[in-house]
């Protein structure tokens, strides 16, 4: 199975969020309104610090993302270090799991550092 990893952009924001959204949960109305609450916090974040999310693609379907943060830039962390991550999130979807997809996600951010 080849997957594609890409770091986010404005371009695929969207594709973060349905990454990590279980279809099932698309037609509550509570839960598009947090979607939304939270697309609003990643874009923000996206402007802020960079792309702070990579995403995984089977076939140009997003299936895993991992979101994260440069440590230095959140607030409750007090370090000068520029080598570490804060991890928020790391998620696939059920069907894509144990395929390796989420260690090569976490791996693509160690490449990349």
Not at 21 to 39: C, H, I, N, Q, Y
């Amino acid at each position: 199975m080849e997957v594609d990893y890409r770091s986010l952009s404005e371009d695929n924001l969207e594709d973060a969020l349905s990454a990590c959204t279980p279809e099932e949960m698309l037609s509550d109305p509570f839960f598009g309104e947090g979607l939304s609450v939270r697309k609003e916090w990643l874009l923000n974040r996206y402007r802020a610090v960079g792309p702070c999310c990579k995403i995984a693609y089977v076939k140009s379907v997003p299936v895993g993302m991992v979101q994260f943060n440069p440590l230095h830039r959140i607030p409750y962390f007090v370090t000068e270090r520029r080598d570490a991550l804060y991890i928020h999130c790391i998620f696939v979807k059920k069907v894509f799991r144990e395929k390796g997809i989420g260690f090569r996600l976490l791996q693509s951010l160690i490449d990349e550092m």
